[in-house]
């Protein structure tokens, strides 16, 4: 008698999409029941002073844009980055309401990295190192598909502004090069910070 374990992968792809399908739901009724959460305090976006943790709009061009008022922390610190996730969501829940969001099966983010004019070299991150991770995965959880490469671009550029900030554009592959041109300032030259 053979006792030899026959392992048949003739399904093993399918019920690999299948899956990555039921994740991707998952994070879509996960992104749907916290944003509907009873006893929140909407919207949490902004601090008891006023301060505006975060804000979501959506521009004149279709163009979904978040705003934090804050440069992203460093990678190795990116435990710090977390602080930022609950306003998010309420800034989301604050722009959409009970309207349905948008859904972006291939997108690009556009990291718009603002330092305040000013701020010392030595305080300027390189791109690599700051934490996107959980800002992303957020916005993947709430409007994409997935970010993978297959899926998702990412851009990011760095200029001077009034105070630190960073803005995450949410941009269909078919909007990018519109908002490229009318960036153009943020990226076409070196930023003077």
């Known amino acids: 008698m053979n006792n030899k374990l026959y392992l048949d992968t003739s399904g093993l792809l399918d019920a690999l999409r299948d899956a990555e399908a039921a994740a991707m739901n998952i994070r879509q009724v996960a992104a749907f029941a916290l944003l509907r959460r009873p006893n ?10 006023g301060t505006l943790i975060a804000h979501f ?7 979904l ?31 959409y309401g009970v309207r349905p ?8 983010l556009a990291y718009e990295h603002i330092y305040a004019v000013g ?17 992303q995965n957020l916005l993947e959880s709430l409007f994409l598909t997935n970010d993978s490469a297959h899926y998702c671009a990412a851009f990011q550029c760095s200029h001077a502004g009034s105070s630190h900030a960073t803005h995450i554009w949410i941009l269909t592959p078919e909007q990018f090069p519109e908002w490229l041109k009318t ?8 930023p003077k910070i």
Not at 119 to 135: G, P, W
Request: proline residues 7%.
């Open 183 to 190: 960036h153009k300032i943020y990226w076409k030259s070196t």
């Open 119 to 135: 701020t010392q070299r030595r305080h300027v991150t390189d791109h690599d190192n700051l934490e996107l991770k959980h800002c």
């Open 101 to 108: 969001r948008p859904h972006f099966d291939r997108c690009v």
């Open 65 to 95: 844009c978040l705003t934090l008022p804050v440069m992203l922390p460093h990678r190795k610190e990116g435990g710090k980055a977390l602080f930022l996730l609950e306003p998010i969501r309420d800034a989301v829940g604050a722009c």
């Open 57 to 63: 709009e959506e521009s004149p061009e279709g163009w």
């Open 40 to 49: 929140r305090s909407l919207p949490r976006a902004a601090c008891g002073d």
